[in-house]
């Protein structure tokens, strides 16, 4: 086994590479807890601690969006209040996107993840997940949006009714929101843009919701440990966003839909060989 120490930035290196791209931050944390045996290492509350660690790893991945877009979050957090312009629009378009997601997540997160919160299934999404990116991205759509300030309602919220399939482990939140923006009309550039500024509420809300259920569960020989995987998660999520910026007003996304196909393949083989369960 590797050490506790190296696993954990694996992990961190792991959540902030996948929770932007649309690829699945859940999918690949499965797979990498099950051959890195994270759980284990941490001993008798190892599955509640790595609960715990996953959250937090998720919240550096949060932080960076909030860096990256700190303007236009400010602004709309504190400018929509006086103002009748851009931000009040940009915070009416996060608060509709947010709904959809707030209140079927509440109603049946738990269920979900009881049913389908395993290999198999994060492999058939990576599957079926890839195989809509390929399909949206050579559909004729009209892109007629290329900006948030020129979003309608209709768009974030079909952009939030999107993001509901990412409910299922291994479609991502990422690619729910991005395609769903791009069929809705959002050009690449702006589909983009509007899911990562929309991951800011909802993650923010979902991980606080979750660090509090599991806030006990801090250990203060596992804070250091939580802090090292924060700040990985941190840093790479942060070099990622500003990668995929620059990626898509030059690139599609198939390569990550292909990406996803043999990755599933890859998932299924493995819980056929008996390899994970």
Request: glycine fraction near 10%.
């Given at each position: 086994m590797l050490p506790l120490w190296l696993v954990v930035i694996i992990l961190g290196i792991v959540e902030g590479l996948t929770e932007f791209l649309p690829?699945?931050?859940?999918?690949?944390?499965?797979?990498?807890?099950?051959?890195?045996?994270?759980?284990?290492?941490?001993?008798?509350?190892?599955?509640?601690?790595?609960?715990?660690?996953?959250?937090?790893?998720?919240?550096?991945?949060?932080?960076?969006?909030?860096?990256?877009?700190?303007?236009?979050?400010?602004?709309?957090?504190?400018?929509?209040?006086?103002?009748?312009?851009?931000?009040?629009?940009?915070?009416?378009?996060?608060?509709i996107g947010f709904i959809p997601i707030a209140v079927f997540g509440f109603l049946f997160h738990k269920k979900i993840q009881a049913l389908l919160f395993n290999p198999t299934t994060v492999a058939f999404s990576f599957i079926v997940g890839g195989i809509l990116i390929l399909v949206i991205e050579r559909l004729p759509l009209a892109t007629r949006t290329a900006s948030t300030g020129a979003m309608t309602f209709g768009q974030s919220m079909a952009v939030g009714c999107a993001q509901l399939l990412s409910l299922i482990p291994g479609m991502s939140r990422s690619a729910c929101t991005i395609m769903g923006g791009m069929c809705s009309g959002l050009n690449r550039q702006t589909a983009t843009e509007f899911s990562f500024l929309l991951s800011f509420p909802v993650m923010l809300a979902a991980s606080a919701f979750s660090l509090l259920k599991k806030i006990k569960l801090l250990d203060p020989n596992f804070l250091g440990l939580i802090a090292l995987g924060f700040v990985v998660s941190f840093v790479v999520a942060l070099i990622v966003i500003r990668w995929l910026i620059r990626y898509v007003q030059t690139h599609n996304f198939s390569p990550f839909a292909i990406y996803r196909i043999l990755f599933g393949a890859l998932i299924l083989f493995l819980v056929w060989q008996g390899k994970m369960q």
């Open positions: 690829i699945s931050s859940t999918g690949h944390l499965i797979v990498a807890d099950t051959f890195l045996s994270f759980k284990d290492l941490l001993g008798a509350n190892g599955k509640e601690q790595a609960d715990l660690f996953e959250v937090v790893i998720q919240l550096g991945a949060i932080l960076a969006v909030g860096v990256v877009y700190r303007e236009k979050l400010t602004g709309a957090l504190t400018r929509s209040l006086t103002t009748d312009g851009e931000e009040r629009r940009l915070m009416l378009h996060l608060l």
